[in-house]
C-alpha cells in the first residue's frame, strides 16, 4: 500500500511533456518516433481509450500531416 502511495505523488511531482508535433515528413525515422512518443505518452497519462489516442495524436499533426489527416477524416 505504501508503494502505491509513493507512486500517486511521485506521479503527480513529475511533469510529463507532450510529444513533439509531427509535420508529415517523408521520413521513417520521424514517424517511428512519432508513434513511440505518442506511445510513452498514453502510458504516462493513462489514456486507455481509442478514442481519445486518435484525437490527442491527431491534435500533434501539422501542415502535410493534417491536410492529409482532414482528408481521411471527412470520409469517416
Known sequence: MRAME???SIRGAVKILEPKPFYGAR???ALENFIF???QYFKATNTVTKEAK???ATMHLFEDAKL???SRYIDI
Open 68 to 70: 492529409w489527416w482532414r
Open 54 to 56: 486518435v484525437t490527442l
Open 27 to 29: 521520413d521513417a525515422k
Open 6 to 8: 509513493n507512486q500517486a
Open 37 to 39: 512518443d505518442f506511445e
